[in-house]
């Protein structure tokens, strides 16, 4: 392992981190903008951002709330080092980085805003399946990324339908369905069970927890995305230490 990949990585992961910070701000303010101005030409009314939406705006918002930014700052480069060190320098290892960033990125808006933004998701997706195209970075096969995603998607709807006829609302988010086809393009139809299950299982502990410290009802509603993408990378990393 050379120093200078150590370090080049280190800094790309610094620098994805510094970009992180700045998403979680941006992508939720798009979204409630976009909202607001679909809302405003569907009642023919004049539109006004709800608020500074900017990336440059975003990006001084972010430095402003320097401690949260150097976490994601921090967490970026401990991605880098931990992929670098393990897997070393190469395109496969920078594409298991990118999967990790945007799943972190992903899961600390719906954490804040249970909001998952297509911006991230759709991009997961396609990106999982393009790869499957490449011989160097193929890892499943373009039959079984696509399956994987179908299977991720269609067991959330189907859950989702369910529930609607059951309880009269909708219980899973599509922003869900979404991320959970993008992770069964990444790791395949097989893994979609057993991450849900890890998901589900996570969190009604940590939200069991939750409701006793404050008191709430667990008919609250919550951000099951950050659970998805924790069980998600769970599994890819006993995967890689139990390979088959």
């Given at each position: 392992?050379?120093?200078?990949?150590?370090?080049?990585?280190?800094?790309?992961?610094?620098?994805?981190?510094?970009?992180?910070?700045?998403?979680?701000?941006w992508l939720p303010q798009n979204i409630l903008n976009e909202e607001a101005q679909w809302l405003a030409h569907i009642k023919d009314?004049?539109?006004q951002a709800v608020a500074p939406h900017g990336l440059m705006a975003c990006?001084?918002?972010?430095?402003?709330?320097?401690?949260?930014?150097?976490?994601?700052?921090?967490?970026?480069?401990?991605?880098a080092a931990l992929l670098v060190l393990t897997q070393g320098a190469s395109w496969s290892t920078g594409m298991w980085a990118v999967w990790l960033w945007t799943l972190l990125t992903a899961a600390v808006i719906d954490l804040k805003t249970q909001l998952l933004p297509d911006k991230l998701t759709q991009p997961l997706l396609w990106l999982g399946l393009m790869l499957q195209t490449s011989q160097t970075l193929a890892t499943l096969g373009l039959e079984n990324a696509l399956w994987g995603a179908v299977c991720g998607y269609l067991i959330l709807w189907v859950m989702d339908q369910l529930y609607m006829r059951w309880r009269g609302i909708s219980g899973v988010g599509q922003g869900d369905m979404k991320l959970m086809a993008a992770i069964g393009a990444w790791l395949g139809p097989q893994a979609v069970p057993n991450v849900l299950?890890?998901?589900?299982?996570?969190?009604?502990?940590?939200?069991?927890?939750?409701r006793l410290r404050k008191t709430e009802t667990m008919e609250a509603e919550f951000a099951f995305g950050p659970w998805i993408a924790l069980a998600a990378v769970g599994y890819w990393l006993f995967a890689l230490a139990t390979p088959l």
């Open positions: 392992m050379e120093l200078t990949h150590l370090a080049g990585a280190l800094g790309l992961g610094g620098l994805a981190g510094l970009a992180s910070s700045v998403l979680v701000i009314e004049p539109w990006a001084a918002q972010a430095l402003a709330r320097w401690r949260s930014t150097l976490g994601f700052v921090l967490s970026g480069t401990g991605i299950l890890l998901a589900a299982l996570a969190s009604l502990i940590g939200q069991a927890a939750l």
